[in-house]
């Protein structure tokens, strides 16, 4: 019986420990990490449900992360679910903060959203190898240690898409300089990373729609500073509609390199 | 965001993998992670923080087992065990025990001792520093409440390594007002300069506690060097810290010498060393040609050296031509007599 225990170890260790395949295989599977970074200030009032939105996303393999911001002083108890309800069902992370905190939690959360997400791929991985049940919580410390280094590499190495969405209801007004402030320190810690980065800015409610784009898919974020100050804010919330719009965004984009891919290959064909 | 559990003192944590007992004594402190606790064992007095997140706890102990390959470096404390804890008996909390370096956070420090002690902690922390990024790694998130001041005899120990991060990475961890992003002066690459950018900051941090804000209608660089010309201790090193803070140094080293230099050139030779620095800071009001000028006074101090050189090149000279004609001349004294 031990000695049986004993091979099993042996084989699932020469199996598991190869790292570099561990991280291959990953890497294979996620080829891009897609979020959905939403800042809001509250309640959304209009159009379909967004924690049902947030549900879609996650099922197309799309992260929703929520950021919060709220009123010094003020406990807004339904806000504070719905924040909560989104992330939960679009599989990310959330935070409530004060206006001023901004900047270091917009970064944090993306960052361990990242990680999160990568953690769960990483773990479906494990779970082929050693058979169910087994994630990385159930590891040896020493075994956990060297999963979470494959985890930190692929976290800095990775592709990023992140669709920014903010909230530009009436309310949200005085915070927008701070949203701002806080989008351009994250293109600094995102463009400090060995992996490639794409952003792409939407606000809600838009002049005309629901939600308007304002930044279309690009390595740097630094147009913002010229976009923001020309925004005008609306009295509807459709967070809903939102994030519906927003999944449609990372199709589009999808969609848009399939055909330059096919166009590629068409050249190499009729360059042989 | 992420809820810890509260252990009073008295509660009993004993270790799923390696069965280790520990009785909390005190809590120490709240990181960005988890919660640090004193607690007491078979070895007696040791650290020992636990969080939920057991992803962040295996993260930080990977990097405090790379700290301790880092040879003859007392930067971070010595990792004793790694284990989880069956809180409740049936939530699973990860936690690691690690050295108990007690000691004044390195701000109380400085205020209680005298400011010059941060010169001196500086340089210490400065040679640390060095041996980590040698060794490939960036600590990222420095400040002063992360560094205490163990002994006697006073030496800098580091107590919270989260933030570090492998050169060539982003940084995990920082805080704002010691982060060079914040500043508008550089991005969140893993590079010696970012650490040595850091370290100009805390000496900053030492001249005001109480620290101060970016301001919005101006940028980062000319409010920080505002704010050196202001305080008589950051005059004084001005020279480095501008070069610090504007990412010249490409090692802990460079900025060592040229801070023991400096240190050392005001006490012996006080005079020379000090008027020039007057003139210096009166030329430079303006905030643009910094450049040109610090290669002004490294060439006008070459020169000096070279000069000095030259001095005690001719009077040695002249002392052993002396020697040697008193010499002959007794030697002749001596056989025509």
């Known amino acids: 019986m031990i000695i049986v225990l004993r091979h099993g170890m042996i084989e699932q260790r020469e199996n598991l420990w190869r790292m570099e395949h561990l991280s291959r295989r990953v890497s294979m599977e996620k080829g891009h990490l897609k979020q959905i970074l939403l800042i809001t200030d509250g309640c959304s009032n209009h159009g379909e449900d967004p924690i049902a939105m947030a549900a879609l996303a996650q099922e197309q393999g799309i992260t929703v992360n929520v950021i919060g911001v709220l009123e010094e002083n003020v406990i807004d108890q339904e806000s504070l679910q719905e924040v909560e309800g989104i992330a939960m069902s679009g599989g990310g992370v959330h935070q409530i903060v004060y206006a001023h905190q901004l900047s270091q939690t917009v970064q944090h959360v993306t960052r361990k959203a990242m990680t999160q997400t990568l953690q769960g791929v990483v773990n479906k991985e494990l779970q082929q190898i050693l058979g169910k049940h087994t994630s990385m919580e159930e590891l040896p410390p020493e075994k956990r240690g060297e999963v979470m280094e494959v985890v930190d590499e692929l976290g800095e190495t990775t592709s990023l898409e992140i669709l920014i969405l903010v909230d530009t209801s009436a309310s949200m007004k005085p915070k927008l300089p701070t949203v701002k402030e806080a989008l351009l320190d994250l293109s600094i810690s995102l463009n400090s990373r060995i992996g490639d980065n794409r952003f792409s800015v939407s606000v809600f409610p838009g002049k005309k729609d629901d939600v308007e784009q304002v930044l279309d898919w690009t390595p740097r974020l630094e147009s913002l500073s010229s976009i923001f100050p020309k925004l005008s804010t609306g009295g509807i919330t459709p967070t809903g509609p939102a994030i519906r719009e927003a999944i449609g965004q990372f199709k589009k984009k999808r969609s848009l390199r399939n055909l330059l891919r096919n166009e590629e290959e068409y050249y190499d064909e009729s360059s042989m | ?337």
């Open chain 2, 1 to 337: 965001m992420n809820q810890v559990c509260n252990l009073a003192p008295g509660s009993v944590i004993t270790g799923k993998w390696n069965q280790e007992r520990y009785t909390i004594i005190k809590a120490l402190g709240q990181g960005a992670t988890g919660n640090v606790y004193l607690a007491d064992c078979r070895r007696g007095n040791v650290a020992l923080k636990l969080s939920e997140n057991s992803m962040a706890i295996t993260s930080e102990v990977n990097v405090l087992k790379h700290f301790s390959k880092v040879q003859g470096t007392l930067l971070g404390p010595s990792l004793l065990d790694v284990d989880d804890w069956k809180y409740n008996s049936q939530r699973l909390v990860s936690f690691y025990v690690m050295e108990y370096v007690q000691g004044k956070n390195f701000l109380e420090f400085t205020e209680q001792r005298g400011i010059e002690w941060a010169g001196v902690l500086t340089l210490q922390l400065l040679t640390n520093l060095e041996s980590l990024h040698q060794a490939g790694w960036i600590f990222g998130d420095l400040k002063p409440e992360n560094l205490i001041v163990s002994g006697p005899p006073p030496r800098i120990r580091c107590i919270d390594v989260g933030g570090t991060t492998q050169q060539g990475r982003s940084i995990k961890e920082f805080t704002e007002f010691f982060d060079r992003g914040y500043w508008g002066m550089g991005n969140r690459k893993a590079e010696p300069a970012y650490d040595l950018f850091s370290v100009a900051m805390i000496m900053i941090n030492a001249a005001y506690p109480k620290r101060f804000k970016k301001s919005n209608d101006r940028d980062g660089q000319s409010q920080l060097i505002e704010k050196i010309k202001q305080h008589p201790f950051l005059l004084k090193h001005e020279d480095v810290l501008e070069k610090a803070l504007t990412g010249n140094y490409l090692s802990a080293g460079e900025m060592k010498s040229d801070f023991i230099h400096l240190l050392s050139k005001k006490t012996c030779k006080g005079r020379s060393a000090s008027s020039s620095y007057k003139t210096k800071v009166s030329k430079q009001s303006g905030p643009q040609p910094h450049k040109p000028k610090k290669t002004q006074t490294q060439q006008t101090r070459q020169q000096v050296k070279k000069k000095k050189k030259k001095a005690n090149f001719f009077l040695e000279t002249v002392v052993i031509l002396i020697g040697v004609c008193v010499i002959y001349s007794l030697y002749v004294y001596h056989v025509l007599l």
